[in-house]
């Protein structure tokens, strides 16, 4: 069975950055499609990014595009999410997933493992 672990979360003032990182241990997950969600208080959860398993090809919510960025170092079986100009409607509770398609599914429904989730606070 695979494990995945999300970290770099925490409490940042608007305008400002986090790196978040999702470490996969347990088996290799650089065939599949990895991404990051996000869920707020009272709402649902949401696909933020996505990525390849090539990293090739790469989807982003409209409310993050030019702002985060996906990567992933297969090598080191982990993917990355870079936030920059960090808004306070950006908190949530992050989490990483990834899926057996190759490509970059949209629905959460296509994604079999899950992270535990990081908090990312961000204050006005």
């Known amino acids: 069975q695979g494990q995945l672990v999300e970290s770099g979360g925490g409490l940042v003032q608007a305008g400002g950055s986090l790196r978040l990182s999702c470490a996969a241990s347990?088996?290799?997950?650089?065939?599949?499609?990895m991404g990051w969600f996000r869920q707020a208080p009272g709402k649902e959860r949401d696909l933020v990014a996505a990525i390849s398993w090539s990293g090739g090809s790469t989807y982003y919510a409209d409310s993050v595009k030019g702002r985060f960025t996906i990567s992933r170092d297969n090598a080191k079986n982990t993917v990355y999410l870079q936030m920059n100009s960090l808004k306070p409607e950006d908190t949530a509770v992050y989490y990483c997933?990834?899926?057996?398609?190759?490509?970059?599914?949209?629905?959460?429904?296509?994604?079999?493992?899950w992270g535990q989730g990081t908090q990312v606070t961000v204050s006005s």
């Open positions: 997933a990834t899926s057996p398609s190759g490509s970059v599914p949209l629905n959460e429904y296509r994604y079999s493992y």
């Open positions: 347990g088996r290799t997950f650089s065939s599949y499609a």
